[in-house]
């Protein structure tokens, strides 16, 4: 019956509440940052993951309202101006057609070019935009497993200084400073593990919206350069 109580106090004692008020204020520094950390990852990834699903949903259907419509002009004063991927490139072709088709001389092949690097100027922008979010994933993915083993080096180091204080190397003297060296490895994983789940699949998805916008502005520049080519 003792053993079983003394079992269960030695639980109570393990616990992670118990851990981090046992610990000393580097550890307990070491455990806030790795929970700050961890709570920062998952924000990112319920408000990118919502944004980035709905902003290639709602892309995919103003491409297909876009190629459905009759009159490019008409289809860009009415949705042109959304907040949305596939109408920023939408904005950027129809600006530089334009400002290039205005004068009374046009230069097929630099309004071309010009076209060309519009549309892939907003694409890049739009992508380094989202890919900026994400990349404190990254960071955290990496460091954090090396700030969850400087706690478990600091919190091993504690209990060998006990062991020498005590001169004693028994488990209970040892066991709450190995223990808290490893709750510190364990929030450090817990950190890092679903940041770089995240931002992996957080890349790939960017990728695939790259590649989307990419697609319509082929896709405009070949309407684009059909106009060019019936006003010869």
Known sequence: MLDNISLAADAATLSPVALFLQADWVVKAVMIGLLAASIYVWVVILSNGSALSKAMKASAKFEQDFWRAGDIDKFYEANGRENLPSAKVLAAGIGEWRRSTGGRRVDRDGTRDRLNI??????????????????????????????????????????????????????????????????????????????????????QRINRLESRMGLFADGLHATFSRELEADL
């Open 118 to 203: 519009a549309m892939n100027s907003a694409i890049a922008i739009e992508i380094d935009r989202r890919a900026e979010k994400i990349g404190t994933l990254a960071t955290i993915g990496a460091v954090a497993p090396f700030v969850g083993l400087f706690g478990t080096v600091w919190g091993i180091m504690r209990s060998f200084t006990a062991i020498a204080a005590s001169n004693n190397s028994s488990l209970a003297v040892v066991a709450p400073g190995i223990a808290e060296a490893l709750f510190a490895t364990a929030i450090g994983l817990f950190a890092a593990i679903p940041a770089v789940i995240a931002y992996n699949s957080f890349s």
